[in-house]
């Protein structure tokens, strides 16, 4: 389905039907669990960088699996802004999405410089009430016509928690004109599932 969720009995899913997403589809590795929120939070808040490789390796082995066309002309990872990448010193996001393209053995290994970029600078998503992540929804990145006009992206992630990074990096694509946009991450929370109607309400679709 659009949004990753397992089907069961039934050959559509309910939210996608009801809120349909910016995405041709999104899929993500695992459930966002104690276990890997656990890992995920070492390797982003205590700059743990090995991990990040090891991830970046098990996410590109397990991309072919995950999506079933994968035509894309650009591999973007969500972007963040310069000051919060001075104070980690890595960006894992970027490392999976080099790491996946060298996987595909993608021609366009380095896509374009400033194809996708952060609009405005805001505190981590994780000290943000939910209902304020939505507000950053319409106006959180900007995207370049003259670099993704035309193009099938996927877009690199390491957590899809409410989707809003997500679905306002794809928005911003949508409006450059990208042809389709895919999305990847990590780990997916329950909260994807539960906001979807939210984010809904907060999207121009
Ligand atoms: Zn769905």
């Not at 894309?72 to 080099?98: Q, Y």
Request: glycine share 4%; aromatic share 8%; charged share 20%.
């Amino acid at each position: 389905m659009q949004c990753g969720s397992p089907l069961t009995e039934s050959t559509t899913c309910g939210a996608c039907e009801l809120f349909p997403l910016p995405f041709r589809q999104v899929r993500s590795l695992w459930d966002y669990n104690h276990r890997v929120a656990e890992a995920i939070r070492k390797m982003k808040y205590h700059h743990i960088e090995p991990l990040c490789h090891i991830f970046s390796h098990i996410l590109s082995h397990h991309v072919g699996e995950l999506f079933f066309l994968r035509d894309w002309d650009l591999i973007l990872a969500i972007p963040t802004h310069r000051k919060r990448f001075a104070s980690r010193g890595f960006h894992p996001p970027e490392i999976f999405a080099s790491s996946i393209r060298k996987k595909l053995n993608h021609t366009a290994r380095q896509p374009p410089l400033g194809a996708l970029k952060v609009a405005s600078i805001h505190p981590p998503q994780a000290s943000r009430e939910q209902h304020e992540r939505y507000e950053l929804l319409q106006d959180g990145f900007s995207a370049n016509p003259n670099k993704v006009r035309g193009k099938r992206v996927l877009l690199v992630d390491d957590v899809l928690t409410s989707g809003a990074t997500l679905c306002s990096a794809a928005f911003a694509l949508n409006g450059a004109e990208a042809k389709s946009i895919d999305g990847i991450t990590l780990a997916r929370s329950i909260h994807w599932s539960e906001s979807r109607a939210e984010l809904w309400k907060h999207s121009n679709l």
